[in-house]
């Protein structure tokens, strides 16, 4: 069996990712939602490992020591962090991950792991991420201004990542995701340790 992907996707604020990643996912019953953990209260509605896996934060800085994410972050005084432990065991299934997280997080995730597939979803053009933005309702002029320039500046990081999606719109993204998987589930690489352990000598059990 082949292990799982591990699909670490990012990008900007208004560019849609998570449009894409809900859309692949509702398509797909054979990949699984990373779940983060958290030291904050679970809020009405949320479910302990559907939503995130809440912790203590002594139990969660014991978590750190013991190197037991593939990235954390402390947010308003909470920590968050994707745990390894369950995205190993999903993988060893054969099972694909998403995980769907910051550019920061994506970045410290590249130092723990050698096998996430880092994809960096992007607006059609600056001028369409603006109307996004405005168009969510939400944004006085000084923080769409304060989010604005912080998209621009994450955009930056998209040669960090493997590859780039362009987001005209959400059907063409979402196929595009899907050529990335399959393409990257026919890498050679990942043939099958069976086929590649086969022996020139091992030939003659063909013919008994």
């Known amino acids: 069996m082949n292990r799982g992907l591990l699909l670490v996707i990012s990008?900007?604020?208004?560019?849609?990712?998570?449009?894409?990643?809900?859309?692949?996912?509702?398509?797909?019953?054979?990949i699984w939602n990373s779940v983060s953990m958290t030291t904050r209260s679970p809020r009405e509605g949320e479910v302990e490992g559907v939503s995130y896996f809440f912790s203590s934060i002594p139990e969660f800085k014991k978590k750190i020591e013991n190197n037991e994410f593939l990235e954390y972050a402390e947010v308003y005084g909470n920590f968050y962090g994707t745990p390894k432990?369950?995205?190993?065991?999903?993988?060893?299934?054969?099972?694909?991950?998403?995980?769907?997280?910051?550019?920061q997080g994506a970045l410290n995730v590249q130092e723990n792991t050698n096998e996430g597939i880092f994809i960096f979803i992007l607006p059609p053009s600056m001028n369409e991420l603006k109307k996004r933005i405005i168009g969510r309702g939400s944004e006085t002029p000084e923080s769409l201004l304060t989010?604005?320039?912080?998209?621009?500046?994450?955009?930056n990081y998209v040669s960090k990542y493997n590859y780039a999606i362009t987001n005209h719109t959400i059907e063409k993204a979402y196929c595009d995701l899907r050529s990335i998987v399959i393409a990257e589930k026919c890498r050679v690489t990942r043939v099958t340790n069976e086929i590649l352990s086969l022996k020139e000598?091992?030939?003659?059990?063909?013919?008994?």
């Open 147 to 155: 989010r604005f320039t912080s998209a621009y500046n994450e955009i």
């Open 11 to 30: 990008g900007p604020s208004g560019a849609g990712k998570g449009s894409v990643c809900d859309v692949y996912k509702k398509k797909h019953d054979d």
């Open 85 to 103: 432990a369950e995205v190993e065991k999903k993988l060893a299934q054969g099972i694909d991950v998403i995980l769907e997280i910051d550019i």
């Open 201 to 208: 000598e091992d030939l003659n059990e063909f013919f008994d």
